[in-house]
T-cell receptor
Framework: EPEVTQTPSHQVTQMGQEVILRCVPISNHLYFYWYRQILGQKVEFLVSFYNNEISEKSEIFDDQFSVERPDGSNFTLKIRSTKLEDSAMYFC????????????FGAGSRLTVL | TQLLEQSPQFLSIQEGENLTVYCNSS?????LQWYRQEPGEGPVLLVTVVTGGEVKKLKRLTFQFGDARKDSSLHITAAQPGDTGLYLC?????????????FGSGTQLTVLP
């Protein structure tokens, strides 16, 4: 069964450092998303990406965040200067053109900012 | 901003008991999904409901979408320890092309043997 792959599974970084989280969405999907889940809290929408540009973004997705689809298969989330409060599980998701918003999520990347 | 309220937040029951989890909003959703999340993993889709009043069954799980498409429920019959996990509802509004989901806070279910 097709799946969304995320790397790394866990990254520890120092405050102020740049972090890039990588995702390989399902190959024939067209919509890509990043969500985050702070420990013990709800899954929160960060950004959606379609046709090589951002479609929607939340208030969380400020200037420190950026997304890119550099090569047609990878979908990356960059945090330029990490803060302690960026510590969370980051989930990538994708969905195809058809269906009622059925998202397939990756297993997540746990980011710990020290 | 659309909000989804899930209740209860935590639920601990004995094997064989029945339970219902609720997902409520003041907003109308074009579709609503239920996901289950295991520790250290991403949410896994259980079901999607799109029509007001729709009822879907998945083995011992019964999902219902409210007539007004503002609320949904998940009922588990004869719960088993394997049902333990975090259950999330996620709603999608009929706006934009990116179709983002708004998630509830989740219900942590523990089924004791």
């Amino acid at each position: 069964e097709p799946e969304v792959t995320q790397t790394p599974s866990h990254q520890v970084t120092q405050m102020g450092q740049e972090v890039i989280l990588r995702c390989v969405p399902i190959s024939n999907h067209l919509y890509f998303y990043w969500y985050r889940q702070i420990l013990g809290q709800k899954v929160e929408f960060l950004v959606s990406f379609y046709n090589n540009e951002i479609s929607e973004k939340s208030e969380i997705f400020d200037d420190q965040f950026s997304v890119e689809r550099p090569d047609g298969s990878n979908f990356t989330l960059k945090i330029r200067s990490t803060k302690l409060e960026d510590s969370a599980m980051y989930f990538c998701a994708s969905t195809g053109e058809s269906g009622a918003n059925v998202l397939t999520f990756g297993a997540g990347s746990r980011l710990t900012v020290l | 901003t659309q909000l989804l309220e899930q209740s209860p937040q935590f639920l601990s029951i004995q094997e064989g008991e029945n339970l219902t989890v609720y997902c409520n909003s003041s907003s109308v959703f074009s579709s609503l999904q239920w996901y289950r999340q295991e520790p250290g993993e991403g949410p896994v889709l259980l079901v999607t409901v799109v029509t007001g009043g729709e009822v879907k069954k998945l083995k011992r799980l019964t999902f219902q979408f409210g007539d007004a498409r503002k609320d949904s429920s998940l009922h588990i019959t004869a719960a088993q320890p394997g049902d333990t996990g975090l259950y999330l509802c996620g709603g999608s509004a009929s706006y934009g092309s990116a179709r983002q989901l708004t998630f509830g806070s989740g219900t942590q279910l523990t089924v004791l043997p």
